[in-house]
Nanobody, 114 residues
């Protein structure tokens, strides 16, 4: 059983920035980890990936604005989000596939609004 705990969400104005964190209850050094998000009435969608070898990949609309990173010593991944727009409003979830099972955190709400 792996527990993922996200934090760092909140209310921010358009053009602002937030940094999300996701801490795992197990070592992440050998695992790929992802950020997803879900807006009201929409399906959960992929946002960003960090692999065990430190390769990163992003959904097209967030490229150049979001940066995913990891600190294996802290079993934590991060999502630095800049130049936020109202379209980025969603619950953000981190995800790990570990030991044959997909695990999700409880999510953290990000609201971009004036």
């Amino acid at each position: 059983q792996v527990q993922l705990v996200e934090s760092g969400g909140g209310l921010v104005q358009p053009g602002g920035s937030l940094r999300l964190s996701c801490r795992a209850s197990t070592s992440i050094s050998s695992s790929n980890m992802n950020w997803f998000r879900q807006s009201p009435g929409k399906a959960r969608e992929f946002v960003a990936l960090t692999t065990a070898s430190n390769f990163t990949h992003y959904k097209e609309p967030v490229k150049g604005r979001f940066t995913i990173s990891r600190d294996n010593a802290k079993n934590t991944i991060y999502l630095e989000m800049n130049n936020l727009t109202p379209e980025d409003t969603a619950v953000y979830y981190c995800n790990i596939y570990y030991g044959g099972t997909n695990y999700w955190g409880q999510g953290t709400q990000v609201t971009v609004s004036t």
